[in-house]
């Protein structure tokens, strides 16, 4: 029996990307001369590509990770459709790993305010503690209960029912570099958005590589507000 | 403080669909005619439509339900992109039913073989309770742990966190028919997929409204061995 | 042999649709009490979910037209592939209609400046008669060519290699409220987007109906600077 | 002025790619253990994922082209709308090529049958010379049209209305493994599609280089009868 683990981060591992300033030069001018072209006429193409938001450019070149996130998290990113692959380990498939989210200290967990416009405060360290606590013994109940199941010769796409949200899971995704863009968006709060803090902790991660992958790109994405094209 | 429900189903509610045969017909002939067409000339085009995997036809035409089934379920609906929208209740946004999905008497709980060939065999008694016993633990625990949270102020997107799997959440999905058979190719046993149980009786709830609404439709699509367009 | 015709405009026909302002409200709050809202309910939650740029509830109301166009305006349309589903008439199983499109008189057909930043003029009448003289030409010419083909027994599918793009065809189109919205803002100038003239005149008649059936919905999204939620 | 070009064939050149049959297996697994497997492993892996439909872990490798084709083909291949991306060159922003399609000699031209249920011959000579001499006509004429509008100063977006459909026209064309997959099953006769002969020269093409770089999973693609996963 494994030992119990929590863990306070999502971690983000690059598994392998083309991105490079080139292709979406390539691609908007449909010709490899895209690949000769200076930087002067890279910088300027590709400004005005996320400019006038002509997206389809972008999506000729990838970006693959391996990501381990709550469970909760995974269900916040699978609503990215379009131009995203995600293959997350199954618990039908396989025995899963005893690993559970916990708050780290900087996570606000007071909620002030109406839906759509929530305020969100640091809290009191009795609130913090209530909320590590529940998480830790939520993880530590459940994965006795499923543990025991499997002990029971029991199927594990059934044990599994029992696992709780702040479960780690982890999976291959892979994005376009609109479809990253897109994700981060969403996903940050660069451009006015309210991501949940676990989800922009992700985010943030994902955003590292391509910055100096394919930096005119994505210099350009945050100048124009990090809005998508 | 809501008393915490126990379901062993999931439950599928029409909401609307303009579902009928004469919309694939329309589109296949790009005019009004279609609609005028004689039921024998409908089925000879519909059945051919199927038969040669012209699935476009197909998607001119929606249904909407609304469904209740435990968030282990909605994991695997989600992996359904193309033509399939998703309005499921946000635990960020409201505070969550008490109600936890325990195993029917039918469901099988002991799997033997290897991955990709799973045999899945009643099981005992014992297995059986176990497995119930686990899934109402696991609610009535993690639900006590939620419930605290909340009542301390902490925010309803931190304290969700601790929910099981077999919570039971709510959404609004719709599919065209193309999407639609897809998803019961997928999801029903009928084309020789392995669904897991759960999801399987959602697939069959779905499918009832489409056979009676656009029959020809349907029963061509069965008749070509489930197989989606 | 019917007679070639000549036509300076696209027709929009509305062949169904289910768009209401209490389906992106259902679908909000996962519930049916979304349909007993009030009025000033209605128009505060959709005003918030347009203004935060939360798209899924319109996805789950549909509107389908059946649209003549040019070819190279179906070219355009084509490349809005998420939420919208076209069947286009097919020239290899049928035989198509001898109407081809020539400028109207609104036209500007002057260009001047660089690409992404062109200005258009209207151009003096000269330039204005061999444009439309030259789509008559092509019209007419390759009609003949391809009637002699048909006529000496040569495949649908080869003999129409030769019809220019300004080529009347007809189609079925379908979206929801939101790709329709998507559509709108890369289409028409109010989000500051250049569509060609033509995809224009299309987009102004697409945004008719809803207008109409969802004006909530579709206030809003003009309010918010036709920017798809 | 360029002279005007015929020619009878479609081609398609690799820009890019990172297929290898380690990338599914990593995804099945969502573990880097997947590129350390051995042949063996990943052959009964792959062949398992391909037999039991799970596309999604091929999602994750992609192969990018250049493609010169004619018009009428770039509007089938727009009709692929997932994991497929495609910049094709813009008669709005450029001045064309003047490239026209003729027929190479081993076109059928002769179609008898009813729609669905084609039969193509090869036809006589007589037939056959009528095609080639109406698409070079077409070319020929339309192009002048063409030329002497951008002469006159009238914008290319509409001088370009002229041109007929056997017009080469140049992409970027970007698939996953799944979508090319799905890409072959319906443009090659190999799964019983009735594609066209031009797209299918086409998907010929596309298939080659795959078929070296990631041999397993191209190998039982072919092996479970052309079905995409």
């Known amino acids: 029996m494994t030992a119990i683990q929590f863990t306070d981060r999502s971690t983000v591992e690059l598994i392998k990307t083309d991105f490079a300033d080139e292709w979406p030069v390539l691609a908007a001018r449909t010709s490899t001369l895209g690949a000769k072209s200076t930087p002067e006429e890279r910088e300027g193409l590709i400004d005005c590509l996320i400019r006038e938001r002509h997206g389809v450019p972008f999506e000729h070149m990838h970006i693959s990770y391996r990501v381990t996130t709550p469970i909760f998290v995974w269900r916040q990113i699978v609503k990215h459709r379009a131009g995203v692959s995600l293959s997350e380990e199954s618990g039908r498939y396989r025995e899963l790993e005893p690993e559970?989210?916990?708050?780290?200290?900087?996570?606000?967990?007071s909620q002030t305010g109406k839906p759509m416009a929530y305020q969100f405060e640091q809290g009191d360290d009795n609130q913090f503690m209530t909320a590590c606590a529940a998480q830790a013994s939520a993880g530590s109940?459940?994965?006795?209960?499923?543990?025991?199941q499997l002990k029971m010769g029991i199927a594990r796409e059934v044990a599994r029912m029992v696992l709780p949200l702040n479960t780690m899971s982890t999976g291959i995704l892979t994005f376009n570099a609109r479809s990253l863009m897109h994700f981060l968006q969403l996903r940050t709060e660069a451009a006015g958005s309210h991501p949940q803090f676990e989800i922009a902790r992700v985010a943030e991660q994902l955003a590292v590589h391509p910055a100096?992958?394919?930096?005119?790109?994505?210099?350009?994405?945050?100048?124009?507000?990090?809005?998508a094209p």
């Open 100 to 109: 559970f989210y916990v708050l780290p200290p900087s996570r606000p967990v």
């Open 141 to 148: 109940f459940c994965w006795y209960l499923y543990e025991n």
């Open 212 to 227: 100096s992958a394919a930096p005119i790109t994505f210099e350009s994405f945050i100048k124009h507000g990090s809005i």
